[in-house]
């Protein structure tokens, strides 16, 4: 297939997902769990567009509604340069989407009584005994208030911070020892997790433990908190604890030498190509498309999640850089760990793998309104991106989506590999709305609830009206 064409959808295929037992499913007709179906083919229209005008590489989601498959589409290509199609098996870089699957690793041991969330974090980690406190707006570092608790870590109410933005330069003393830290990671000078958070634990916290929200590392140090309570590395916890149990094979931190033709390129804009690469002499960029520019090597054999090329820190944050850092997986693997927590915690044999109280506890909003305004984060990501109250996601830098909206019982999993997405549509003259291709997705599966809701609505007063009455006997 010519690298130029656009590939049609794969509308109605079938999708190994959920895959228990390793069954297909096939979509059902969109009105047997009360939703219109035009709005999915506006959907699939709106891909196909993005597709050829070029905002985006290639795309698969998937969507459930009320437990059952409601759609399955595909587009575009995994690899523009080699005309690969995107698909519901090929590899994506999760990047932060890998925080979920280490918050439902712990929260397996805490069901079976291993670690408790009000522990505290130096009772695994003693070097954040003496962790310091560099307030905002104070160069003074004192004591922290209270210790670090491990519940801190899922909600990033730590007081552990971030390295800086891509190409930014440290605002001060603790990003620039976040990003010391780092650059030490990507230099080979550091080479484990338990030395990575042990550097960690010496650069000053932001604030005090559990005072407010820092997008931050702490699921880093958490990886590193599952591996000593295990005895094992983090890899092996998430495949014992996680992947296996779920049956979610393709779900891993490197990818194998038979299996690259699997892995998708990543693609960002020139500007952040620049960024990356902008100081290699003789580096030229591989750019398919128009301002669609190739990072992560040229071909799948020059990835740094092609086995034995992976960066040597497994980062449970996911992010060492945008050219390192978590695992890979595919929207059918993430659609099965999806449906799982959509079942408050079921297998798709019905076996109990989580306990119901630990998936609703999971997903509460963790954060205090008179310190973080209206921001909303549970353990698994982000809450009320697209609606209030009933809804929750996580996503990773280069576009890989999943969410779940509890009101009307939609499960979706989005992906693409594009660092630069929306800001890259605006660059291409996109109305930014329409550039919100997930965003796009699940308003189009509610819109299609409420019109099969109105419809249903209209379909009875007909009826009702249309029926004679029947005669009362004196």
């Known amino acids: 297939m010519a690298a130029g064409k656009v590939r049609a959808p ?18 059902v007709d969109p009105r047997s769990v009360g939703v219109e179906p035009k709005v999915l083919k506006d959907y699939e229209d709106a891909m196909v567009k993005m597709v050829k005008i070029g905002a985006i ?27 690969a199609p995107f698909g519901f098996d090929t590899y994506c870089r999760m990047y932060c989407a890998t925080k979920s699957y280490v918050a ?6 805490v069901d079976e009584g291993l670690v408790r969330l009000e522990d505290r974090l130096d009772k695994y980690i003693p070097a954040f005994a003496h962790v310091l406190v560099m307030p905002e707006g104070s160069e003074k570092l004192e004591k922290p208030k209270r210790p670090i608790l491990l519940k801190h870590l899922l909600s990033h109410t730590s007081g552990i911070g971030y390295t800086p933005e891509l190409g930014a330069e440290p605002e001060d003393a603790a990003s620039a020892g976040y990003l010391k830290v780092l650059t030490a990671v990507l230099q080979g000078s550091i080479r484990s997790l338990k030395i990575f958070v042990e550097g960690l634990a010496k ?13 931050s590392l702490s699921f880093d140090v958490l990886g590193r908190v599952l591996e000593v309570i295990t005895c094992k590395r983090l890899d092996q916890c998430l495949k014992e604890l996680v992947f296996r149990p779920l049956g979610m094979n393709d779900t891993k931190w490197a990818v194998q030498n038979n299996e690259l033709d699997r892995l998708a390129a990543v693609y960002a804009s020139p500007g952040s ?6 100081q290699v002499k003789g580096k030229v960029p591989s750019a398919p498309r128009k301002g669609l520019c190739r990072i992560d090597g040229n071909t799948a054999k020059e990835s740094h999640w092609r086995d034995g090329q992976q960066i040597s820190v497994l980062s449970g944050g996911g992010f060492m850089g945008y050219l390192y850092g978590g695992l890979v997986s595919t929207v059918a693997d993430t659609a099965s760990f999806v449906q799982m927590l959509m079942r408050f915690g079921l297998k798709e044999n019905g076996q109990r793998y989580l306990k119901k109280s630990s998936v609703v506890a999971m997903e509460r909003n963790r954060l205090k309104p008179a310190v973080d305004g209206d921001s909303k984060v549970c353990y698994l990501g982000n809450i009320s991106v697209f609606r209030e109250g009933s809804e929750y996601g996580m996503g990773g830098a280069a576009c890989t989506y999943w969410c779940i909206d509890r009101e009307d019982e939609i499960a979706s999993v989005w992906f693409t590999q594009h660092i630069d997405m929306a800001e890259f549509g605006e660059m291409i003259g996109i109305d930014p709305k329409k550039a919100d291709l997930w965003g796009a997705l699940h308003k189009a599966v509610l819109k299609g609830v409420k019109e099969a809701e109105t419809a249903g609505a209209k379909r009875k007063r007909s009826t009702s009206s249309s029926t004679p009455s029947k005669r009362v006997k004196a």
């Open 203 to 215: 650069v000053p916290l932001l604030c005090h433990p559990g005072h407010k929200y820092n997008y």
């Open 10 to 27: 794969s509308r109605g295929k079938a999708v190994l997902s959920p895959k228990a037992n390793g069954k297909l499913s096939t979509p």
């Open 104 to 109: 439902v690793a712990f929260m397996r041991l």
């Open 273 to 278: 190509w620049k960024k990356l690469y902008g």
């Open 57 to 83: 590489p290639g795309c698969a989601s998937v969507v459930f509604r009320k437990g059952q498959l409601l759609h399955s589409g595909s587009w575009g290509f995994a690899d523009v340069e080699k005309g």
